[in-house]
């Protein structure tokens, strides 16, 4: 297959550009990401897209990263892409963080590029190819991964889309020489001070000594993993809500899940209540605490998951330290939603009114807009509650790859800190289903146009 095909085939297999309209292309001026940009770019109409660029300066490599700099915004010019630039002390920075300088580089970079994604209308694309995946996946094995190790570069991660992730190194030189588009190398890249260059320059080539298509086999790897890591990932999600008590999860009920499961749940639950990935040997305490019964885990500072009365509880006193009198959370909740029913939450009304529209040629236009308001019937229930947010509470958008936690997607739609208690959603536990402005969940959507569903009503209340 020629590099525009997998490019097309990576679009639509995991949907990257379904509600998008601004795409802002990861520009750091090496071949991959000279030839993403510029192939975005040239197929802007047809993919219905407006192309913008990032370039990130690390601060490390002096004269060079400046010459790089300037290349990305000459190319930019040419081809009257507009460009986000930022600089980074990564050494310095580093240091502070006691972290790697590639560690503490690819943070920072998406760091840079969260703060560019203003809607669930807007992507990050970086020019991650198949070539790099296979190198991902032999760092994670060198450094003792699981399974979910295995899976290497996921294509799409909340709204960072890669859709070179099945062209080859080969596949982009082609194309760049095709298109007469020149591009700039980094030095870093060509030496061996970091493991993945050690595995870029000296492991894959002997690799491809002994099998050519050692790229391809390790990527063949890589999808089956991908397949089997959604299958537990499935099977951990299930068993996490069956633990899960008002404090935090219940430790007798953690110890009948299958043991196999285990870890990946409590990996689970971290990420669910920090929104971080812990490492295993946090993994590994977690499970000496359930053995024990007794015990804490400090993960990072200030995040640390306890056991108390038989249940771990997870305390976040970095908040804490920090919460001002207008993060407090002023639970609201109603259960027993009725049908034509009014709700009244601060200065805002709520009603809830069920509706059939056959969406004819003639109204699609006119209820499109109401798409993100619809609530399928079947998914009101008893256990379903209008309140605002709750700690460990979870979203995935309908029609979007992933799940991500509530607290993220504010922080990713730049919701004020101080607003974000104003904002009413359902909920089924911590499952929500719809949020006031954002939209409705892929389980909560509406499948078919005469489907009978709940439309959802808010207005502001005039003072007499």
Known sequence: MSLDEQIKRALCEYNMLDGKRKVIAALSGGADSVCLAHYLKTHEKQLGIKVFAAHMNHGIRGAEAERDYLFVKAFCEKYEIELYYTKKDIPQISRQKKIGEEQCGREERYKFFDSLISDVHTAVATAHTSSD????????????????????????????IRP?????????????????LSFVTDSTNLKCDYTRNKIRLNVLPLLRQINPAADEAVNRLSILAEKETQYIKGECKKALEGCKTETGLSITLLKKCDETLIPAVLKTAVQEHFDISPEKKHVDL????LKSESGAVELRKNKTVRCINGILVFEDNTYKAKKKPSDIVNNFEINNIKLGADYRYKDKMYSFSEKKVDLTQHEHKIYKKLLNERISCDIITGDVILRNRRSGDHFKPSGRNGTKTVKKLFTELKIPIEKRNDILMLAEGNEVLWIEGIGVSERAAVKSPEEMFFLIKTGEIKNA
């Open 164 to 180: 070179l992730i099945f062209c080859s190194r080969k596949m982009i030189e082609n194309y760049c020489c095709e298109n007469d």
């Open 133 to 160: 995946n296979a190198e991902t996946v032999l760092f994670n094995i060198i450094r003792g991964c699981g399974v979910d190790g295995l899976c290497g570069i996921p294509p799409v991660r909340d709204n960072i």
């Open 286 to 289: 977690l499970e000496g605490i």
